[in-house]
């Protein structure tokens, strides 16, 4: 690999990113094509059904021949998809070098591509900036490789852990500060899911809002919970977005007077269970939002892969808090990676 190539795959990184909040179920990959030393074309995949990076690039030049063609993702070959395969158009252009970023953990592509590209003769170099391509396509590669979404808890607690009081009120907890950045996490994952309870008390919309709601993306909501006991005027099923909320109902025979999409998932929860319903519909990514029940009942079970915390200088007392199987030892306690915390209050 030379220093060029770095440069390149770098810029194929910005060019995917274009594709950030609008790319899901897909992943975010762009492509660069260079000959020598000249870029020739650049391109990246917006959506589902519109044009693969490569593709994007490639449709621009008239001559590519004996160019090197850069790609976060190795390019596919099957065609069991909206769009079809880039792999022989690389071919028909007659790029002589491909240089890829990630090999692409999606059964019907990994590592096949690439020996297509070799067997037409074309020099295949792959694993440059390899973590840094790892980490833009976090969720994507996830759930490829584990059948389920990337699952983030997010909570916003008091110094002595509450997350509401005893009565259920938790507005605020968090600074308006942490709740941008608590909205801007809507954006970034596919699905929102909160407690019947929360819905209740709540009447949350799950949209991303102080300032996100330009980027017109609104997440699948979800609600677990008895549907029968779920209030039926709340703003989940009855706003503009309401085909974007599904029930995942712990009763099944429970009536609801709704259009609403209802998943069964059992009256006792076996979330990897409710994980795999949700893959099915190419849910790449949930956060949950609480309330603590569905916290803990996650944790409990501990079918989760991070944890988003806001922790604000109050303390509340007696409160709503997660909770779980007492632990005996601090060994069983669940590890996460991360530094602790040290946060300093005082009074004004
Ligand atoms: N600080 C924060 O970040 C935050 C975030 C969200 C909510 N909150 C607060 O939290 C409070 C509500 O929390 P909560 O713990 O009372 O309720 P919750 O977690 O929102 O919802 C609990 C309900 O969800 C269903 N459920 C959850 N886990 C289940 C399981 N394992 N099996 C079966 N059903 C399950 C049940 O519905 P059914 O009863 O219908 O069966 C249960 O009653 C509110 O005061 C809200 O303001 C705080």
Redesign the pocket.
Known sequence: MQQLDFIHMRRCFELAKQGQYTVTPNPMVGCVVVRGGEVLAEGYHLQKGEAHAERDALLKIENAKGATLYCNLEPCCHTKKTTPPCLPLIIEKQISRVVICNVDPNPMVSGQGIKLLQAAGIKVDVGILEEEGSEINKTFFHSMKNAKPYITL????TLDGK??TLS????W?SSEKSRKRAHKLRLENDAIL??????N??NPKLTPRFGYEEFGKVPYRLV???PE??DSSAELFNDEFKERTIILS??KDAAFSSSIKRIEIG???DWQNVWTKLHELEIRSVLV???????S?IIEQNSFDAVEVFIAPKILGDG?AISGRAQELMKNTIQLSGEDLHLSARRN
Request: charged share 20%; aromatic share 2%.
């Open positions: 997010k909570f916003a607690q997350m509401a259920g009120d938790s507005k907890i909160v407690g019947g309870r929360t819905l008390l709540d677990v919970g008895n006991k779920m712990t009763n009256s006792i929860i939002e609480g309330g603590p029940q569905v916290l009942s709503i």
